[in-house]
Structure formats: structure tokens, C-alpha cells
């Protein structure tokens, strides 16, 4: 609430910031009533039933996986639970969309706002543990989402390493859980893990196929074009999980086609506080969530500074264009390095006071790497999503897989040589979160008043001012 009515007040007629004041009256009666409720105490020997949505996970204690649409003696629990492998095994093939049946102990996971993997299970609604008992049978589940997921990837699996297939599915379905541990260490150090959590990247993508494809076909009135370009956001959504990076990138993108369709000017910065307040309303526990925050952010430092850093890089391409180079390509190319550039440092000032709250400091490495590899799967997404669909239909289309396999191999190994310099920007915070979060707000304040979104009053602007009128005298 303070944060709220510190940028109402300095922001003049632009209070787009109201948002706060929503954010701060809707939490707490929001939170009462999601997550005060019980469903179920903890019950023993039971019959549990459920939809398996997860990759099993393969740790020293056993197999472990998530389940959905539970079943408790017949009745249904909202959310999920996880279930470990250490009784008696299954009789068949546990894989995602399989629905299994086991009887167990059940136990709820209760919320600690203040515990990170606490808010993690609860904004993904894993509200409850299982034991397995006995046996767990396996059957055939009922198609959707999490069957389609399995099903790509073992189209993956045929035609690719598993180290590459694991990487593949990531960048489409944003779970990390088929890869090794090492790459996935390899892609956290260089910065890179944005690329598997499905966002902005992702949707500009689709946005752009599903518009040329659309094009292709003369579909072109409005609103009916856009419309079945949100029915196909909402359709990947929903196979992916609707996390707190997809739900923005959704309302943004939504909300920027309504704009364009009304013939309305574009707001950025209005468009994102209007999809944060739309999360929070729909669950207000991602104000807690690590996701939540640097997606935001991330997006802030973009809107904020990037159109600054695009102009004073753009001397570099004029001069290009200026001489008149003859493979004009060239200059696409460079362009689009450049572009990659800008949006990775803006996003990194958006979220550097976080990342190293969060991690302890921030990975030099990262810019190179992301003018490296972004550019790549530029390319690669939109090749490995349209395979994945139209291999649904025709699995011998899988086989197309094998093209990327290379490609994939390629990243990966770059990745890995560049997370060996492990160029890090310590930046401890210390103990005490109290103070950490006064520098975090303080950080985000500064960013604002030197931006050009701030109305107030500059007071170092006036004094600059007046001590050139004192020597002009």
C-alpha cells in the first residue's frame, strides 16, 4: 500500500499505478477465501485415483510424479498431489495421461507465504502429498493435455538424443524435468533458463506463425482473425499450464491486438499492470511467486529502457546502410543481433536487483549468450511446435525431429563451454530481508524517477538548471 501511494502521488495524471492500491484491498480477503479452505485433514488407507500430469522424476529415493483430477474414496479434491514410487512399484508404465489407482495415505500441504517452495506448490495448486500403500495399477487415461505433452515427447525420444529431446521439450512446453542436471545448470549459469519458461519469446513467436499461416490461407477480417489467434494462445496455454509468464504474455499480447483492432494506441506499461492485476486477481499467492516477479519486471526494464538502448545502437546500422552494404542480409543479421542486445540488457536491468536477491548475483556471460543462442531458437521453436502438432496428427512427421537434433546438439554444447567461464556479478544481500527489500523498492523508485514515465517533480533536473543560469550570469 505504501509502495501504491508513493507512485500515485509522483506520477501525476499518468497513475497507472492505481493498480497497487487494487492489489493491496483484494489480497487479503482473496487469500482467505482461496486458500483457508480445506478439502481434506490428512486421511489414511484410502483409495486414491488420479491423472498423471508430470514427468516422473527419477531421484536416490525413487520415482516421484504430480497427479490431477483426484479421487479420495470416490470423492474429488480440487488441485493436485505428488506421489512417491516406494511401495510395492506399478504394474505398468507410469507416463503423463495415464490414470492411476492406488491405496495410500493423503496429507495435506499447508501454505507459508514466507517459504518459497511452499508458494511454489500452491500457485501450481500441488496442495497435497500421497503415500502410496499397495501396487499402483495403471490404465489408460482420458486425452488431453498432459497425454498430448507424452506424446510429443516420445515422438522426441525416437527421433533425438535424450538430452536433446529433453532440451526440445522444454523450449516448447517450458518443463526443464526431461533434461539432465547438468545441462540444466548449464543453461541456469549462462542466464538462459528464460527460454524454456514460456513467455513473451514464445507467444511473439506463435503470434507471427499464426499470423502468416492466417495470411497464407486469406483469412484477414477482423475481429474474427484475432479472435481465433487468442482461441490458439489459449489452446497452448492450456497444454503448457497456465503459469503467471503465460497468463501475462496472453493478456498483453490480447490485450495489444484489441488495441490495434479499435485502432487504439499502445500502452505498454498500462497493458502490463493491467495483466498483473488480472493474475493477482485469479490468484493473488503470485505476488510471492519468483516467475511472477522477474516476468514482470523483466518486461518493466524492457518497456523502460529499451527504445533508449535500440536508438543509441542504431548509429552502428546506419553507417552500415549508409555504405551502401552490398548483401543487405548483412545488415538484417546485425540488426537483429543488435535488437537481441538491447532487450537482453533492458530485461536484466528490470530484474538485477532480484536475481540477486534471489541467486546471490547475476551472470556476465548472460549477454553473450543470449545474442548466441536466442537468435537460434528464433528459428527453432516455430520449427520444433509446428513438427510437434502436425506430428500429433501424422507421427511420421516425427522423423522431422531428427533435423533439429543437431541443431540442439549444437546449442548444448555451446551452452557448456560458455557455463565453464562462469562469469559471475556477486551482489550479497545479506540475512536481513527486511533491509534487502528496502533496496529492492529503492532500486525500482530510482529506475521510475530517471525514466520517462515519471510526472513529477525533478529536483535534480532544477538544480542542474539553476546552476547554469548562476554561471550564465
Known amino acids: 500500500a505504501l509502495f501504491g501511494s508513493f507512485l500515485f502521488i509522483i506520477l501525476g495524471k499518468r497513475r497507472f499505478f492505481i493498480v497497487f492500491f487494487i492489489i493491496a484491498l483484494i489480497y ?211 497444454v503448457c499450464g497456465f503459469s503467471p509468464s503465460i497468463m501475462r504474455s496472453v493478456i498483453m499480447i490480447t490485450v495489444y491486438m484489441y488495441a490495434e483492432s479499435i485502432g487504439r494506441k499502445r500502452d505498454a506499461l498500462n497493458t502490463l499492470c493491467f495483466a498483473a492485476v488480472i493474475i493477482l486477481i485469479i490468484n493473488p499467492l503470485y505476488l510471492f511467486d519468483i516467475g511472477f516477479e522477474l516476468s514482470l519486471f523483466a518486461v518493466l526494464g524492457i518497456t523502460l529502457f529499451y527504445r533508449k538502448l535500440r536508438e543509441s545502437f542504431s548509429r552502428l546500422t546506419d553507417k552500415l546502410e549508409s555504405k551502401k552494404v552490398a548483401m543487405k542480409f548483412v545488415i538484417k543479421i546485425i540488426k537483429s543481433l543488435v535488437d537481441t542486445v538491447c532487450v537482453g540488457i533492458s530485461a536484466n536491468i528490470g530484474v538485477f536487483p532480484l536475481i540477486c536477491f534471489y541467486f546471490g548475483g547475476l551472470p556476465i556471460i548472460s549477454i553473450l549468450s543470449n545474442v548466441i543462442v536466442v537468435p537460434v531458437v528464433s528459428v527453432l521453436f516455430p520449427f520444433v511446435l509446428v513438427v510437434s502438432v502436425l506430428g500429433f496428427f501424422l507421427p511420421n512427421l516425427y522423423a522431422l525431429f531428427s533435423i533439429s537434433d543437431a541443431i540442439i546438439d549444437a546449442v548444448n554444447k555451446i551452452v557448456g563451454v560458455m557455463a565453464k567461464a562462469d562469469i559471475y556479478l556477486n551482489v550479497p544481500f545479506g540475512d536481513n530481508a527486511a533491509a534487502a527489500w528496502f533496496l529492492i523498492l529503492l532500486y525500482y523508485f530510482a529506475l521510475i524517477y530517471f525514466s520517462d514515465i515519471y510526472r513529477g517533480p525533478r529536483l535534480f533536473r532544477k538544480l542542474s538548471k539553476r546552476h547554469v543560469d548562476a554561471s550564465q550570469r
Open 28 to 238: 487479503v480477503p482473496l487469500r482467505i477465501s482461496l486458500y483457508e479452505k480445506t478439502d481434506s485433514d490428512d486421511l489414511y488407507n484410502v483409495s486414491i485415483e488420479g491423472t498423471v500430469d508430470s514427468f516422473v522424476d527419477e531421484t536416490q529415493y525413487g520415482e516421484s510424479f504430480y497427479i490431477s483430477d483426484l479421487r479420495v474414496d470416490g470423492k474429488r479434491l480440487s488441485g493436485s498431489a505428488h506421489v512417491p514410487v516406494v511401495f510395492g512399484g506399478a504394474d505398468g508404465e507410469i507416463k503423463q495421461g495415464k490414470r492411476i489407482v492406488f491405496k495410500g495415505d493423503i496429507s495435506k500441504r499447508y501454505l507459508n507465504p514466507k517459504s518459497s517452495f511452499s508458494v511454489s506448490f500452491y500457485t501450481s495448486r500441488r496442495f497435497y502429498s500421497a503415500k502410496p500403500l499397495s501396487v499402483i495399477t495403471v490404465k489408460d487415461g482420458v486425452f488431453g493435455a498432459a497425454a498430448f505433452r507424452q506424446n510429443v515427447y516420445d515422438g522426441m525420444s525416437k527421433f533425438m538424443s535424450k538430452s536433446d529431446a529433453g532440451t526440445a521439450y522444454a523450449l516448447i512446453f517450458g518443463d526443464n524435468k526431461g533434461m539432465d542436471d547438468e545441462s540444466v545448470a548449464a543453461f541456469k549459469s549462462t542466464g538462459l533458463t528464460h527460454i524454456f519458461a514460456v513467455s513473451g519469446l514464445h507467444y511473439g513467436f506463435l503470434f507471427t506463425l499464426s499470423a502468416f499461416i492466417l495470411d497464407k490461407l486469406k483469412f484477414k477480417r477482423q475481429p474474427y482473425k484475432n479472435i481465433l489467434i487468442f482461441g490458439i494462445f489459449i489452446a497452448f496455454a492450456f
